[in-house]
């Protein structure tokens, strides 16, 4: 979940990639904007010297001038709409520097106390003209939960509530969060009933809030609020929640999360161990079949190569998949995240599947309240498609929703870089990649050489000394894996083309085109036939 904090009057990501203007959409900040507002906000009410600014941007002893810092500092009052006469958050101290004078506030305090707070409210910011709807829809099923509970116990709306670790005073007993996501013509709310101090969730529920042709149709509210009542009930009285709800997110990812705490081996290695030991004792294990299928398509994502136990058994992985996929499939309910899985397992094999796991994939995203899950499964399949910006889209929202520094969220800027490069947008992808690199220096060991810049572009030493240890057969491995893996998922030749394109022509400068293999070769159409 991303965090916020508020400066003035207004409300920043805490890493300051943006700030939510006044109806609510993000205005996003640059690199070097960002810098300067870490430092400010570092330092509120000191006076930093152009100087002290220039070296936090270009290092000590460069001969940038001062005057770039003036520029910038423009810039940023622009954004904010702040004014040098009048300012509310960089001050001219003159002869001496810039100073940050706005006061950061503190902590919502409205729900401290309540027995039930509904809030926070996520995807405002995604739904545009909606989001006065969606907060209406807030008020209204607050209200309802009140009228049915004690008046000794409060509950009240905060859109903007803190997470337990960021509360100040008295923590609310529940937590009804709000997540709301545009889907075709209609606007959709997850709500999920959770302990507010652990985040346990106790029930989760999917409502259609409005269209967009106009069409407002009424929520029913109170059977809304009964079920949550319901729950609340359950909860306290036998100290468990009513119903099992799968964490919110994707099959692969919370595999991997379980066995990484089971196990000091490689987590798709403990769960395919584990998975082909329950299917010996039950057969007949449906989940646990769809499991092992998501589980031997890991194993390739983990080890970065097609040959993770030193030989290429792409085939028969790929027919024991497509067996226990198919095998699985009528009977997995309604289970939102496991069709995902599996539709998302059909559109990878390619093996006449590929409509039936679009077909999936939808159905399962319309239905979905596991939203984090959704929004980063078919947030995948719509870049694979083409549609970029919905992809892009998708994945914002799914940021919002999980936890920064997570292997989930780094499994979600993974895609998002993914999805950038694969529309030729090296700036933004660069931007990420740059910021995970300084908050995070083991992610330039995982991902520089996979998204390096084309040949001719300069990179990082240690993204260069990388290079020169990879020798040409393992060159060749790598541009394999990669194709099988991303390039060859696209539907449009050039975004696959571009996903390859930069380490390939790296490699083709330093071995020459024998470096490029057959089944890539057709992303490369200057090169001559092997």
């Not at 572009?457 to 060749?476: L, S, Y």
Request: aromatic share 8%; net charge negative; with cysteine.
């Amino acid at each position: 979940m991303s965090n916020l904090v508020r400066h003035g009057d207004k409300t920043f990501d805490s890493e300051f990639l943006y700030f939510l203007d006044d109806e609510h959409q993000p205005v996003r900040f640059s690199r070097t904007e960002r810098q300067l507002l870490k430092k400010f906000t570092e330092n509120p009410g000191v006076v930093l010297s152009r100087d002290r600014l220039l070296d936090i941007l270009t290092g000590p002893g460069s001969d940038s001038s001062d005057r770039n810092i003036d520029f910038l500092i423009n810039r940023l009052r622009r954004k904010l709409g702040d004014s040098a006469r009048h300012a509310s958050f960089i001050a001219t101290q003159y002869g001496e520097g810039y100073v940050w004078i706005a006061t950061r506030g503190e902590p919502s305090r409205r729900a401290a106390g309540a027995f039930v707070v509904v809030g926070p409210i996520h995807g405002l910011r995604f739904i545009g003209t909606q989001s006065d709807r969606a907060r209406s829809f807030a008020r209204h099923l607050g209200v309802r939960i009140g009228l049915k509970t004690s008046r000794e116990r409060e509950v009240v709306v905060d859109e903007d509530c803190p997470r337990p670790d960021q509360f100040s005073g008295a923590m609310p007993q529940f937590a009804v969060e709000l997540n709301f996501t545009q889907v075709s013509d209609r606007l959709d709310c997850s709500v999920a009933l959770k302990f507010f101090a652990t985040g346990q969730i106790t029930r989760i529920s999917r409502h259609s809030v409005a269209t967009c042709d106009g069409d407002h149709p009424t929520p029913d509210f109170d059977a809304i609020a009964d079920g949550i009542c319901e729950a609340i009930w359950d909860a306290l009285a036998y100290d468990r929640p009513k119903e099992h709800h799968p964490p919110d997110k994707p099959l692969a990812v919370r595999m991997h999360d379980v066995a990484a705490l089971l196990s000091s081996n490689s987590s798709w290695i403990e769960a395919e161990k584990r998975l082909r030991f329950s299917l010996e004792r039950d057969p007949g294990d449906h989940t646990a079949q769809l499991m092992l299928a998501t589980s031997l398509h890991s194993k390739y994502i983990m080890s970065g190569t097609v040959a993770p136990l030193g030989v290429d058994l792409r085939d028969r992985d790929e027919d024991e998949m497509e067996e226990l996929v198919t095998a699985s499939l009528p009977h997995l309910a309604n289970n939102s995240i496991l069709l995902m899985a599996a539709g998302k397992l059909l559109y990878f094999l390619d093996r006449g599947h590929r409509s039936l796991g679009i077909d999936i994939l939808e159905d399962a995203f319309r239905s979905s309240s596991a939203f984090a899950a959704a929004f980063t499964t078919y947030g995948q399949l719509q870049m694979h498609l083409g549609n970029i910006e919905n992809a892009l889209a998708l994945f914002e929202q799914g940021f919002e929703l999980c936890e920064p520094g997570s292997d989930f969220y780094f499994y979600m800027l993974v895609l998002k870089v993914q999805a950038l490069i694969a529309n030729d947008d090296r700036e933004r992808a660069d931007t990420i990649l740059d910021d995970a690199y300084q908050k995070a220096a083991t992610t330039r060991a995982a991902l520089s050489v996979m998204f390096a810049p084309e040949a001719g572009v300069a990179i990082h030493p240690q993204t260069r000394a990388m290079f020169d240890m990879i020798d040409e057969n393992r060159a060749r491995n790598l541009l394999v894996w990669m194709n099988y893996m991303s390039a060859r998922l696209f539907r449009f030749t050039d975004h696959g083309a571009n996903i390859l394109k930069g380490p390939a022509s790296r490699f083709i400068e330093r071995f020459g085109p024998r470096v490029v293999p057959d089944e890539t070769r057709h992303h490369f159409s200057q090169l001559k036939p092997a």
